[in-house]
T-cell receptor, first 115, second 114 residues
Framework: EAGVTQSPTHLIKTRGQQATLRCSPI?????VYWYQQALGLGLQFLLW???????NRGNFPPRFSGRQFPNYSSELNVNALELEDSALYLC??????????????FGPGTRLTVL | AQSVTQLGSHVSVSEGALVLLRCNYS??????LFWYVQYPNQGLQLLLK??????LVKGINGFEAEFKKSETSFHLTKPSAHMSDAAEYFC????????????FGEGTQLTVNP
């Protein structure tokens, strides 16, 4: 069974640009989560999508946005990039909310560098 | 608000020695608790989890953790460290009311010396 996949592996942008990160969940999983792992800030929850809808959002500005497609894959968009957006962005997937316990499986991450 | 505290950002042990990584949580309701491991340049891998039931949880690679409600702790242990255990370890908590988000501790970097 294929795990969670993310693309690209690395992404280099300059300040003010936009970045798009992609995530494909494990087959059968309908929930996708995004986390940011920035140096010195630890792992922070960004967004949660389930069945195509945004279910929860962490404490991030609106320039962090995303969506989930009908095939449950997801995209994270970061607009007006700032230097402090440089981080490893991790995607996780799980079975949907109808399950009483839905373990999250993580992808390898996308390393975003903002110059 | 729930939070997770990992005591010790760096832990160093000798190969064959006991590994003990500490995690305390604050939560007003019994949470789900997890330990993840992250190897360099990789994502997170679930080591073990506590949801309900038995408070001593066994995970992969010989790790185990005990949920102690009275101490609000979920410490991770392994009787004998191996060189391949060198990695960063994260404790995480999830409350049902938090919409499935995981709240992570700061992480503990484990070094295993030969």
């Amino acid at each position: 069974e294929a795990g969670v996949t993310q693309s690209p592996t690395h992404l280099i942008k300059t300040r003010g640009q936009q970045a798009t990160l992609r995530c494909s969940p494990i087959s059968g999983h309908t929930s996708v989560y995004w986390y940011q792992q920035a140096l010195g800030l630890g792992l922070q929850f960004l967004l949660w999508y389930d069945e195509g809808e945004e279910r929860n959002r962490g404490n991030f500005p609106p320039r962090f946005s995303g969506r989930q497609f009908p095939n449950y894959s997801s995209e994270l968009n970061v607009n007006a990039l700032e230097l402090e957006d440089s981080a490893l962005y991790l995607c996780a997937s799980s079975k949907g909310t109808s399950y009483s316990y839905n373990e999250q499986f993580f992808g390898p991450g996308t390393r975003l560098t903002v110059l | 608000a729930q939070s997770v505290t990992q005591l010790g950002s760096h832990v160093s042990v000798s190969e064959g020695a006991l590994v003990l990584l500490r995690c305390n949580y604050s939560s007003s309701v019994p949470p789900y608790l997890f330990w993840y491991v992250q190897y360099p340049n990789q994502g997170l891998q679930l080591l073990l989890k506590y949801t309900t039931g038995a408070t001593l949880v066994k995970g992969i690679n010989g790790f185990e953790a005990e949920f102690k409600k009275s101490e609000t702790s979920f410490h991770l242990t392994k009787p004998s460290a191996h060189m391949s255990d060198a990695a960063e370890y994260f404790c995480a908590v999830r409350k049902e009311t938090s919409g499935s988000r995981l709240t992570f501790g700061e992480g503990t970097q484990l070094t295993v010396n030969p």
